[in-house]
């Protein structure tokens, strides 16, 4: 059963955006900072952005800075990712899973599928 659910992806041209949704269970979610992961075909997983329990402190990776922004709503257990002026290099399938930041990075504090979901997709035209 996954932990966690990502939905909210789809196909926009080059400048538009979608704001992508996360529910996460209790266990999963509860306490913990939570970031939004990218993988596109043939390159390495990316930390995208992250936020604190909280929610008083967020990351972003420097290719998204000023464009993306992190959310999350504790009471409803949801974690969303609000992407504009999107590019074509922003396509990726997107996950949300617990994080931490080390040294200004963000990683997963969990390996890739254990309480990951199966990701939404993220298509951006030209």
């Known amino acids: 059963q996954a932990q966690v659910v990502e939905s909210g992806g789809g196909l926009v041209q080059a400048g538009g955006s979608l704001r992508l949704s996360c529910t996460a269970s209790?266990?999963?979610?509860?306490?913990?900072?939570m970031g939004w992961f990218r993988q596109a075909p043939g390159k390495e997983r990316e930390g995208v952005s992250c936020?604190?329990?909280?929610?008083?402190?967020?990351w972003y990776a420097d290719s998204v800075k000023g464009r993306f922004t992190i959310s999350r709503d504790n009471g409803k257990r949801m974690l969303y990712l609000q992407m504009d002026s999107l590019k074509p290099e922003d396509t990726a399938m997107y996950y949300c899973?617990?994080?931490?930041?080390?040294?200004?990075?963000?990683?997963?504090?969990?390996?890739?599928?254990?309480?990951w979901g199966q990701g939404t997709q993220v298509t951006v035209s030209s």
């Open positions: 899973a617990t994080a931490v930041v080390v040294a200004g990075l963000i990683f997963p504090s969990s390996t890739f599928g254990e309480n």
């Open positions: 209790e266990s999963t979610f509860d306490g913990y900072a």
């Open positions: 936020i604190t329990s909280s929610g008083d402190t967020t």
